[in-house]
């Protein structure tokens, strides 16, 4: 799924496009057996961040010409934003998703995305060291849960979220990563996607 201005593109061909830059971002996931009021299943704790510009996206940023590959330039760029070394957290070739291109920015873009499944200690180790990061207060204004629930209600929880203001392709990447990873069942991000649209 590409939102419009986006068109999906291999990793290899990705390599190849002339006068774009690449950013790379990963979507960091752990099972979380609680429940929110003691009742509803909380299932995977899903991590985004809220951006300096109030957007919501996943941690990562633009490739630098130095970095050895994309997964360098990742792990980079979450060190920044995330203040976690490489022993809570490193991105593999193994961990991509999808490449996506888009000529509608002020400037030609690549996005690649990744996705890791973490133990829960290590996603909590994420969230707390993120308050140190570099990138703390500035580029990155905190880390948050994605809701993957939706209440009786039909909106609050996962509907709500995805009404959002998200940087670039990040809803959809979103949406496209809890359909792959089956983190919830085809009717349930279904509806959740559109009561998202009604609310």
């Given at each position: 799924?590409?939102?419009?201005?986006?068109?999906?593109?291999?990793?290899?061909?990705?390599?190849?496009?002339?006068?774009?830059?690449?950013?790379?971002?990963?979507?960091?996931?752990?099972?979380?057996?609680?429940?929110?009021?003691?009742?509803?299943?909380?299932?995977?704790?899903?991590?985004?961040?809220?951006?300096?510009?109030?957007?919501?996206?996943?941690?990562?940023?633009?490739?630098?010409?130095?970095?050895?590959?994309?997964?360098?330039?990742?792990?980079?760029?979450?060190?920044?934003?995330?203040?976690?070394?490489?022993?809570?957290?490193?991105?593999?070739?193994?961990?991509?998703?999808?490449?996506?291109?888009?000529?509608?920015?002020?400037?030609?873009?690549?996005?690649?995305?990744?996705?890791?499944?973490?133990?829960?200690?290590?996603?909590?180790?994420?969230?707390?060291?993120?308050?140190?990061?570099?990138?703390?207060?500035?580029?990155?204004?905190?880390?948050?849960?994605?809701?993957?629930?939706?209440?009786?209600?039909?909106?609050?929880?996962?509907?709500?979220?995805l009404t959002n203001t998200f940087i670039g392709n990040a809803k959809?990447?979103?949406?496209?990563?809890?359909?792959?990873?089956?983190?919830?069942?085809?009717?349930?991000?279904?509806?959740?996607?559109?009561?998202?649209?009604?609310?």
């Amino acid at each position: 799924m590409a939102e419009p201005g986006y068109r999906a593109v291999s990793r290899h061909d990705s390599r190849s496009l002339a006068g774009y830059k690449h950013a790379g971002h990963a979507m960091l996931y752990a099972a979380e057996p609680g429940k929110l009021f003691g009742k509803i299943p909380l299932r995977f704790a899903v991590l985004m961040q809220m951006r300096f510009d109030g957007k919501i996206g996943f941690p990562g940023g633009f490739m630098d010409p130095r970095d050895g590959s994309l997964e360098e330039g990742l792990n980079r760029e979450l060190c920044e934003e995330l203040g976690c070394d490489s022993k809570v957290v490193r991105i593999l070739e193994a961990d991509y998703a999808s490449s996506h291109a888009t000529e509608a920015l002020p400037q030609k873009v690549v996005a690649h995305f990744y996705t890791k499944r973490i133990s829960l200690e290590e996603l909590r180790k994420v969230e707390a060291c993120s308050m140190q990061a570099k990138d703390h207060g500035r580029e990155v204004l905190g880390v948050i849960r994605v809701p993957l629930y939706t209440l009786r209600d039909g909106f609050g929880g996962l509907p709500a979220f995805l009404t959002n203001t998200f940087i670039g392709n990040a809803k959809e990447q979103l949406v496209e990563a809890l359909r792959k990873l089956r983190l919830l069942n085809e009717a349930e991000l279904r509806a959740a996607v559109t009561a998202s649209r009604v609310g």
